[in-house]
């Protein structure tokens, strides 16, 4: 069964940090396309930061100004987001999705991702 399972998310003050976890089972993270979304309630979903397979290439939204760090680890089948001066404005569930790289997945287009996690919340306060 291909799955996704996501954890890490908490409640961090404004400014601390937060590392997030994909588990993937059913299949090797490695050969797929993975990225990070979240989604505040009511609205759509929010590419955040993507892995190319077996993680040479990386891409992040504007907003994350440098902020925020996706990786891999293929041993694990797992990939990381690395979160640091987080804001409130940061807070929303989080998703990691995969998908098969096809066409421009480099974009974060939600469409482009076939599986899905469940997602974990992260809460950051002022």
């Known amino acids: 069964q291909v799955q996704l399972v996501e954890s890490g998310g908490g409640s961090v003050q404004a400014g601390g940090s937060l590392r997030l976890s994909c588990v993937a089972s059913?299949?090797?993270?490695?050969?797929?396309?993975v990225a990070w979304f979240r989604q505040v309630l009511g609205k759509e979903h929010e590419g955040v930061a993507g892995?190319?397979?077996?993680?040479?290439?990386?891409v992040y939204a504007d907003f994350v100004e440098g902020r925020f760090t996706i990786s891999q680890d293929n041993a694990a089948n797992t990939v990381y987001l690395q979160m640091h001066s987080l804001t409130p404005e940061d807070s929303a569930m989080y998703y990691c999705?995969?998908?098969?790289?096809?066409?421009?997945?480099?974009?974060?287009?939600?469409?482009?991702?076939?599986?899905w996690g469940q997602g974990t919340q992260v809460t950051v306060s002022s």
């Open positions: 999705a995969a998908g098969d790289c096809a066409g421009e997945w480099y974009r974060l287009d939600p469409e482009k991702f076939e599986i």
């Open positions: 059913g299949y090797t993270s490695s050969r797929k396309c």
């Open positions: 892995i190319g397979p077996g993680g040479p290439v990386t």
